[in-house]
């Protein structure tokens, strides 16, 4: 069983910057795939950024160039470096993962695919 706990979350003005972690209780030097993804409310939840054991990341097209998926498999902890935010950032964010590989990279946000779910934590962009 994998145990994930996100920290990090808060209320920023848009423009600003935060950065999410993720901490897992299991060692993540496996073959794995952890991701983020958000969920506002009345929406579904979404695919934000996922990373591979070998560091190939995947994005969203709503935080290319916005958002930085990052690992230390030292610390099996994952991050989340979110800067430029926008209100439409405001969100529900959970970290996720699944014991094995996804070759797939646009398959890799999708959350059917990832069987262990963090609490969340809450992301607050305002105008």
């Known amino acids: 069983q994998v145990q994930l706990v996100e920290s990090g979350g808060g209320s920023v003005q848009a423009g600003g910057s935060l950065r999410l972690s993720c901490a897992a209780s299991?060692?993540?030097?496996?073959?794995?795939?952890m991701a983020w993804f958000r969920q506002a409310p009345g929406k579904e939840r979404e695919g934000v950024a996922a990373?591979?054991?070998?560091?190939?990341?995947t994005y969203a097209d709503s935080v290319k160039g916005r958002f930085t998926i990052s690992k230390d498999s030292a610390k099996n902890t994952l991050y989340l470096q979110m800067n430029s935010l926008k209100p439409d950032d405001t969100a529900m964010y959970y970290c996720?993962?699944?014991?094995?590989?996804?070759?797939?990279?646009?398959?890799?946000?999708?959350?059917?695919?990832?069987?262990?779910w963090g609490q969340g934590t809450q992301v607050t962009v305002s105008s």
């Open positions: 990373i591979d054991n070998w560091g190939s990341t």
């Open positions: 299991r060692d993540t030097s496996s073959r794995y795939c």
């Open positions: 996720a993962q699944v014991m094995t590989y996804i070759s797939s990279p646009s398959l890799r946000l999708r959350q059917e695919y990832f069987p262990y």
